[in-house]
């Protein structure tokens, strides 16, 4: 990929995304240029990178070959945009997740750079039609979704708009490899890319167990907790299928295919999460985790380790 040998990414937006494709491009190498509209939280954010770069480095997790010093090295700050846009060949805009806020910095973004410069968007919820309707050239914009920590939970599912030519897609998930990312791709858009299409089709079959009375909100999650995640963060539904059954997935299909179309034909319709049913799965869930941000933030550093340690695991296996 020869636009790979050209080393500037600029982030466009320096929260908490930013800062995390901030720290992965700058461990694959690259030099990042972050900009961000509010004076000075640009360099505030590379403040906050320094810490957590040095943090892991301590911790063993720092990743790529770099030392923390000279990942630091390679980023830089602005409070111009055009400034921030010079040189680079990639751009990954992380903004607030507002169409109109997205569609006005991808208008501004093309008028300043070249034509063969990368667009690329880490929009959780909006389709790349929406998102790019205002850039004149389409071919060369993309959705690059990432999973909330990328630094340790790597997939990342390139979405592209309907005029995307295949290179900007190719060039993205090479770049994506190179930082050591898992990128997937996606043929066409669809709402809630693959992603969240999965885990709502989770979410809505937990919720319901739950709502009918048949498990306890602790139970649901032990379903996944101790029994199919510990399967999931290796292999997927796909390859658990084809592992599972003595002559592979066809066999699966043709010992459990029944079984599996009869309970999909008894799952309910859509749940309703604003019930006053939904408010008694809601307070059952806050008396195992009281929702205040103590709790919350305690849990939440627990998910992070646990989620250090399994990436730690995957890098080793
Ligand atoms: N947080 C997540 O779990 C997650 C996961 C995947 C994708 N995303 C997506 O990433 C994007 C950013 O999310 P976040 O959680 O980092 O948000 P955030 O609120 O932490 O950060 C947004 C940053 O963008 C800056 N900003 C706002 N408008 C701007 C503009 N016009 N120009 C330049 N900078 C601007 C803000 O000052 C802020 O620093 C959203 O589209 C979100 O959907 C978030
Ligand atoms: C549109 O973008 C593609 C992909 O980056 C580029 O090759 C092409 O030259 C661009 N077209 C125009 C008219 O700028």
New binding site residues.
Partial sequence: MSSLNMKIITVIGSGLIGRSWAMVFASGGFSVRIYDNQQGQAAKAIKEIKKQMEELEEAGMLRGELTSTQQLSLLSSYDDLAQALEGAFFVQECVFEQLEVKQSVFQDIECLVG??V?LSSSTSCLVPSSVFSKVQ?R??CLVSHPVNPPYYVKLVELVPHPET?TA?VDTTHALMTKVGQAPIRLKKEIDGFALNRVQSAIIAESWRLVQDGIISVKDVDLVMSEGLGMRYAFIGPMETMHLNAPEGLGDYMKRYGEGVTRVLNSFGPVPDFFSKGAKSIINEMCELIPSDPQHLSARRERRDQLLMGLAKLKKDH
Wanted: proline letters at 0%.
């Fill in positions: 034509k063969d990368i050239n071919s060369r030519t900007v």
